[in-house]
């Protein structure tokens, strides 16, 4: 049977990707190279956590539109949904882009003259014409005839986690063809189930239009994360500070916090700097910034902390942003392990989303306790994410406590 959309890489976009468009009657095969992952979702679970998708994912998989496996099939239209990090390099960081560049590979076998190719995952600039290139080269090497009227597409993906299964359809959508003609076969596409808005553009524009979005919000959290240090030095409030700036008609400052933290915002702009790493000044400084932020955190535990004998620190929350169980890229983990090697502190740590610490705690003995059991056994207590619970947290518990509070949600 020939699909109409194969979504190559089941993960955090491609995985919402591909059940909505089979909620939407299109017939969807996932393509995913760990078989635990196609288990999963054949058996109509899902291996990642986002509100509602699993619901979303059974009924997909329930009606039969949507199947996932582990061998390239037939489809009209392939959505490549697939990793884009980084590499370390000597000096700025580098993209990596060998997930992207064997998706393409994977798939080249089954693209047909009439095929559509969307490149989904967040990229440098110039990514859908290597797409081609990648394509059309391992076609030429299993001596595939050469496919010139398949179509290439930048479709980036702008979901916030959290509200995926609510940003897929209302955001505007970005459809960045290497030809016009391109652009608006993908758009009539996602027609089928986004409300936005589709502005249709070529790839290497919308390619820069999503690393501009993302790049933007870390320069704007760089800045308040600067007048954070600024303001600790002076004795001032930052929070206040930003809450009366904030009331002027055009001021829009964002929240300072322990670091920025996530798959995207503190990747993508490395992208930007990569491909022009001689004009990218304040985008650079501002990741530089962001990252400098959690080493500034433990300064200040340890210069609290020192003043204390034996102290106990107690950390409130590790996930990289409120409310979501996702640790991974993780400022307050970045912290967290570094409180739990400093010589003669004990370290406790609640994360109400997860059920284990990560390893490297567990290996350093630190122990995973409720917040309030691990305010009271603590002498400092640093608030590293805003989850809710945090909010509504009965400030008696605080009274006669050294509190770092990253996010300024009890100032
Ligand atoms: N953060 C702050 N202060 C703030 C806002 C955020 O310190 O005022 C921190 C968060 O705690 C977190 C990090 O920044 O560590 C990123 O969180 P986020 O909520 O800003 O963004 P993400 O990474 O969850 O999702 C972003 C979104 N991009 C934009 O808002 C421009 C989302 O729309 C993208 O789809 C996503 O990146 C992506 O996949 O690229």
């Known amino acids: 049977m020939k699909f109409d959309i194969c979504v190559v890489g089941l993960g955090y976009i491609g995985l919402p990707t591909a059940s909505i468009f089979a909620a939407r009657g299109k017939r969807v095969y996932g393509l995913e190279v760990n078989p635990r992952v196609v288990a999963t979702i054949n058996g109509g679970d899902i291996h990642i956590v ?35 990090p980084f590499q370390h390099a000597s000096g700025d960081p580098v993209p990596d882009l060998s997930y992207v560049e064997s998706a393409s590979r994977s798939i080249a076998g089954k693209v047909a003259p009439s095929s559509l190719v969307i490149l989904e995952s967040t990229s ?74 589709i502005h249709t553009t070529d790839a290497r524009t919308a390619e820069m239009v999503k690393l501009t979005e993302n790049s933007s919000r870390d320069v704007q959290i760089a800045f308040a994360n600067e007048l954070s240090l600024i303001c600790d030095r002076l004795g001032i409030s930052v929070w206040e500070v930003i809450r009366l700036a904030n009331r002027h008609p055009r001021v829009k400052i964002l929240q300072p916090g322990p670091g920025v933290g996530g798959h995207c915002i503190a990747v993508d702009p490395w992208f930007i700097v990569h491909s022009a790493p001689d004009l990218a000044q304040l985008i650079r400084t501002a990741r530089q910034v962001n990252d400098q932020k959690p080493a500034w955190v433990v300064d200040r535990v340890k210069g609290l902390a020192s003043r204390l004998k034996e102290p106990v620190v107690a950390c409130l929350g590790l ?15 970045q912290i967290a392990e570094a409180l739990a090697h400093l010589p003669g502190v004990s370290l406790l740590v609640d994360e109400p989303n997860v059920n284990e610490l990560p390893v490297p705690l567990r290996k350093a003995n630190v122990r995973k306790v409720a917040a309030a059991e691990a305010i009271a056994g603590a002498d400092v207590v640093v608030l590293l994410v805003n989850h809710r619970q945090y909010l509504s947290l009965d400030r008696d518990l605080l009274r006669d406590k050294v509190v770092i509070d990253t996010r300024g949600i009890w100032s």
Not at 134 to 161: F, K, M, N, Q, S
Not at 319 to 333: G, T
């Open 124 to 197: 440098p600039v110039g990514t859908t014409e290597k797409v081609k290139e990648w394509v059309d080269g391992e076609r030429a090497r299993l001596g595939l005839p050469a496919t010139p009227g398949a179509h290439y597409v930048h479709c980036p993906e702008r979901i916030l986690p959290g509200q995926m299964l609510k940003e897929i359809v209302t955001n505007d959508r970005l459809c960045g063809g290497l030809t016009p003609a391109a652009a608006e076969r993908a758009r009539d596409l996602y027609r089928v189930f986004c409300n936005g808005e």
């Open 319 to 333: 996930a990289f942003k409120a409310d979501v169980d996702d640790l991974r890229e993780s400022p307050s983990v």
């Open 50 to 84: 986002e509100p509602d998708l699993d619901v979303l994912v059974r009924a997909a998989v329930q009606s039969g539109n949507l199947v996932a496996g582990t061998i390239p099939v037939e489809a009209e239209t392939f959505i490549i949904a697939v990793p884009t």
